[in-house]
């Protein structure tokens, strides 16, 4: 469980952040205003979302194009980074 909250730390937190603003926005008969400030937060938070989430590099798969880098005799900045 701790790994899949590690993993998906953001979504977790976005979900419940976005519960909790809807309990307070849209409870108590909501007007549009409340609507509409609901909307802005969940699409602020999918916005960053898509911003920020780990992606794929190009070369990650590609292991004998990264071998065929590093033998050429040039130097070469290798990154390795965790996708998440």
Known sequence: MSS??????FVTIAVGFAFIA???L????PKW????????????LVITWTVL???QTPLMDDAKEV???IG???????EFQSPY
């Open 53 to 55: 989430h780990p992606r």
């Open 72 to 78: 050429n005799g040039k130097p070469v900045l290798l």
């Open 4 to 9: 899949l909250f590690g993993t998906y730390s």
């Open 67 to 69: 071998q065929a880098m």
């Open 33 to 44: 205003n409340d609507y509409l400030a609901f909307g802005v937060i969940v699409a602020g």
């Open 26 to 29: 849209l409870s108590n008969r």
């Open 22 to 24: 809807g309990v307070i």
